[in-house]
């Protein structure tokens, strides 16, 4: 593990939200097993035999510029460059301006966004790059966080947290099939 944070309220608040959105109201969640708090990322699910691992960063801000969002892409394109079988990368957001996207969709693609919202979230990602790792992209680096970007979902949350709790009752007894991993950082 090299990223480690300590949440606020609010963050807090916003992970629980994006763990909620996985078991409750993701369309996979059925095949998922094993829910991994602040293992890889915010939330990771994963199925049975770990041979899919979901990854989600939640991010729980009033307003985001593109390129915050570019930047809060960062910790989701770390782990895309792992070994570990990561099937989807999801963007959790509390809200979204819809005048960054073609249309007003809740669950869209990198490609939902304008042309030039895709370029803002792009330099955005690059700086964060560049910054935290103390380098220069190349066109490999390029072409890599482009197939990166094909990837990832983007979420805006939907739900209050009554709601969120309401997709997941009732739990059956029988189906119990989610364990939790958590990761402490004393």
Not at 9 to 38: H, R
Not at 50 to 62: A, L, V
Not at 80 to 100: A, G, M, R, S
Request: net charge positive; aromatic share 16%; charged share 25%.
């Amino acid at each position: 593990f090299t990223n480690t944070e300590k949440t606020k309220k609010k963050g807090s608040e916003y992970e629980t939200f994006a763990a909620l959105y996985m078991l409750g109201l993701y369309p996979q969640k059925e095949k998922m097993e094993y829910i991994l708090v602040d293992s890889f990322n915010d939330v990771s699910t994963a199925t049975p035999n770990i041979t899919e691992i979901y990854d989600i960063q939640s991010k729980g801000y009033k307003t985001v510029s593109p390129g915050q969002i570019g930047r809060f892409l960062y910790t989701l394109y770390k782990n895309y460059q792992t070994d570990f079988p990561f099937k989807e990368f999801i963007l959790f957001l509390e809200t979204i301006n819809f005048d960054y996207l073609n249309n007003n969709l809740k669950v869209f693609s990198f490609f939902n966004f304008t042309e030039s919202n895709q370029k803002k979230i792009k330099s955005g990602l690059y700086k964060e790059i560049e910054e935290r790792e103390k380098i220069t992209l190349i066109n490999s680096n390029i072409k890599q966080i482009d197939s990166f970007l094909d990837k990832v979902i983007f979420v805006v949350n939907q739900t209050k947290k009554e709601d969120a709790i309401k997709k997941l009752l009732p739990i059956s007894v029988k189906k119990n099939i989610f364990r939790c991993i958590l990761y402490f950082n004393f």
